[in-house]
């Protein structure tokens, strides 16, 4: 009886391990060609699997087809019109104005909603090391982009293209380093918050001729004519991300010290923020016919590939080169050596974002996918992704930082301009300073370049050059830019899991905003301070609860 009761408590144990996914004793053992019923055949594994990257497939798809479909129209006899081209990238405009128009909302309400639930004290760890490795990694960018620079050489030899169409941009009019930081300030406090959203800062010069009557000792009457450059300010189109980032966050710290009296307004910004990821997720789904006929749209606005690649096909490959070299060497080298996870994994997650960046040419209309990407598919907390992905969408330009030293070294080449080892060090530091302040739109690195060439005395009317490629080397420079606002979220989740135990860091994917309920210690304060409220009514209980929270 004894050996029979054990053969069925074995025999139920093998079933309930079975219910679970797990091999019982007797699939272990006689290696049985059924699977147990509960688990997932491989035709449903594979639907599955397509059926959970199904966002990214189509994005690649849209990307492939969008070559395709460029590369076809642009063998039609006579080609198309300006307003051909025009009328076939409205797919893709509209793609761009649904990201533009969800940026402003974004950013304000993530800002306020993540540092209103945030503690100070966490608040500054977290801002603190997220700038220390922006600040570093856009280094490491800088200093990539100048040896590649005097290694490849793409000064020697360049010729300026022949394009009808490709140089046309204005070139930026050149501006001192001193007035360019200045304005940087300027612009990290708004006059205005409503115009702050679609207006910024920049001084521009204006030349004044002064004339002065001189007489000397022995009466001879002469006049000087003297030209002095005066540095006049005014409102530029382009929104001043920078300010409202600053103020978001000043102002949802400002919420927090409120108490109670600031807990409608948390989770009003609360609401809109999640409101505004909804919008995102639909938007996301029109992602991959929108970057299709942007990409498609380019080609077929391109004069002559072949004649713009034998000019500056080695600037365009030293560009390139690098973003590779530091997006998919470096970057994941250090977020596998402080995590121990695998970078190209977390890759997989965003790519549908990296390939939004590619055909939108811009940090900011990338950042609402980028931020829906990280929250799902690679565990990101709402606090970390809504509070770090916005701040380096402003300050974090590797790509921009990599590009404008080659383009630095680029003109000093081409002019046989040598580059002793201060004027080095003044592009990288220049070059990492200037990119905090580059605006995330297409070709926002150009703007600043101007920044660099004076600072090392280069010409400014070289920028003409890179201009006439800059629609192919901006792109990579966006994805590299994203990337790093990605991989450094992700460390920063890691961070935070590891400081503050696991318990604490699965607590953040909620943002909490609803008051402190009888299973809550009094003494104990996260998410909204406002959970202070129902203190004094719970000190009953605080013994059993301390007990519970121990064990």
């Keep these: 009886m004894a050996a029979c009761r054990d053969r069925v408590r074995l025999q139920g144990a093998g079933e309930k391990g079975a219910s679970n996914g797990e091999i019982g004793p007797q699939d272990a053992g006689n290696g049985s060609l059924f699977p147990a019923p509960g688990s997932p055949?491989?035709?449903g594994r594979v639907r599955g699997c397509l059926r959970a990257n199904l966002l990214v497939l189509l994005t690649v798809a849209g990307v492939l087809a969008g070559v395709a479909v460029g590369l076809?129209?642009?063998?039609?006899?006579?080609?198309?019109?300006?307003?051909?081209?025009?009328?076939?990238?409205?797919?893709?405009?509209?793609?761009?104005?649904?990201?533009?128009?969800?940026?402003?909302?974004?950013?304000?309400?993530?800002?306020?909603?993540?540092a209103a639930s945030l503690d100070p004290a966490a608040l500054g760890r977290l801002g603190g090391w997220a700038m220390l490795f922006f600040l570093l990694t856009t280094l490491l960018a800088s200093g990539i982009g100048v040896s590649l620079a005097f290694i490849i050489r793409p000064g020697e030899g360049a010729a300026p293209p022949s394009l009808?169409?490709?140089?046309?941009?204005?070139?930026?009019?050149?501006k001192e380093v001193a007035d360019s930081f200045l304005d940087l300030i300027r612009n990290i406090f708004p006059s205005n918050l409503v115009s702050a959203a679609f207006r910024s800062y920049a001084t521009h010069?204006?030349?004044?001729?002064?004339?002065?009557?001189?007489?000397?000792?022995?009466?001879?009457?002469?006049?000087?004519?003297?030209?002095?450059?005066?540095?006049?300010?005014?409102?530029?189109?382009?929104?001043?991300?920078?300010?409202?980032?600053?103020?978001?966050?000043?102002?949802?710290?400002?919420?927090?010290?409120?108490?109670?009296e600031g807990e409608n307004l948390i989770k009003f910004f609360n609401s809109f923020n999640e409101a505004t990821?909804?919008?995102?997720?639909?938007?996301?789904?029109?992602?991959?016919?929108?970057?299709?006929?942007?990409?498609?749209g380019k080609i077929v606005e391109m004069?002559?590939?072949?004649?713009?690649?034998?000019?500056?096909?080695?600037?365009?490959?030293?560009?390139?080169?690098?973003?590779?070299?530091?997006?998919?060497i470096l970057l994941p080298v250090i977020y596998f050596i402080f995590t121990r996870k695998n970078p190209y994994r977390f890759l997989?997650?965003?790519?549908?974002?990296?390939?939004?960046?590619?055909?939108?040419?811009?940090?900011?209309?990338?950042l609402p996918l980028m931020m829906k990407c990280v929250e799902e598919n690679n565990g990101v907390s709402k606090h970390i992704s809504r509070f770090i992905l916005p701040i380096g969408a402003t300050v974090n330009m590797?790509?921009?930082?990599?590009?404008?030293?080659?383009?630095?070294?680029?003109?000093?080449?081409?002019?046989?301009?040598?580059?002793?080892?201060?004027q080095v060090i003044t592009i990288l530091v220049t070059a990492t300073a200037s990119s905090v302040g580059a605006a995330g739109i297409p070709a926002g690195g150009v703007l600043t370049l101007a920044i660099i060439l004076e600072a090392v005395g280069l010409p400014t009317n070289d920028i003409s050059l890179i201009l006439a490629v800059d629609w192919l080397v901006d792109r990579t420079c966006t994805v590299l830019n994203v990337e790093g606002d990605a991989f450094g979220a992700g460390l920063l989740q890691v961070y935070t899991e590891r400081t503050m135990g696991k318990a604490e860091a699965e607590e953040l994917m909620e943002i909490k905003t609803e008051a402190l309920g009888p299973s809550k210690v009094p003494g104990e304060e996260e998410g909204s301070p406002l959970i202070k409220r129902d203190g004094p009514v719970l000190l009953a209980a605080v013994g059993s609860c301390e007990k519970e929270s121990v064990m």
Aim: with cysteine.
């Design 277 to 296: 990821m909804v919008l995102v997720s639909w938007i996301m789904w029109y992602a991959p016919l929108g970057i299709m006929f942007l990409v498609a």
């Design 164 to 174: 009808g169409g490709e140089g046309d941009g204005a070139v930026p009019e050149a």
């Design 205 to 260: 010069y204006k030349v004044v001729v002064i004339r002065k009557n001189v007489t000397d000792e022995l009466g001879v009457f002469s006049e000087t004519v003297k030209e002095e450059k005066v540095p006049l300010g005014d409102e530029v189109e382009g929104m001043n991300i920078l300010g409202l980032v600053v103020f978001a966050i000043v102002f949802g710290i400002a919420l927090r010290k409120l108490g109670p």
């Design 398 to 422: 590797d790509g921009a930082a990599l590009f404008q030293c080659v383009a630095a070294v680029f003109i000093a080449q081409l002019n046989s301009v040598p580059l002793n080892f201060i």
């Design 72 to 114: 076809g129209v642009r063998q039609v006899p006579g080609g198309l019109s300006r307003g051909g081209i025009l009328a076939f990238s409205f797919p893709g405009e509209l793609l761009l104005r649904l990201l533009k128009m969800i940026i402003l909302p974004l950013v304000v309400c993530s800002l306020v909603s993540g």
């Design 348 to 366: 997989w997650g965003i790519f549908t974002a990296l390939a939004t960046a590619f055909g939108t040419s811009s940090s900011s209309a990338t």
């Design 303 to 328: 004069e002559d590939v072949v004649v713009l690649f034998t000019s500056l096909g080695k600037y365009i490959c030293c560009c390139v080169l690098g973003h590779f070299i530091h997006g998919f």
């Design 41 to 43: 055949s491989r035709a």
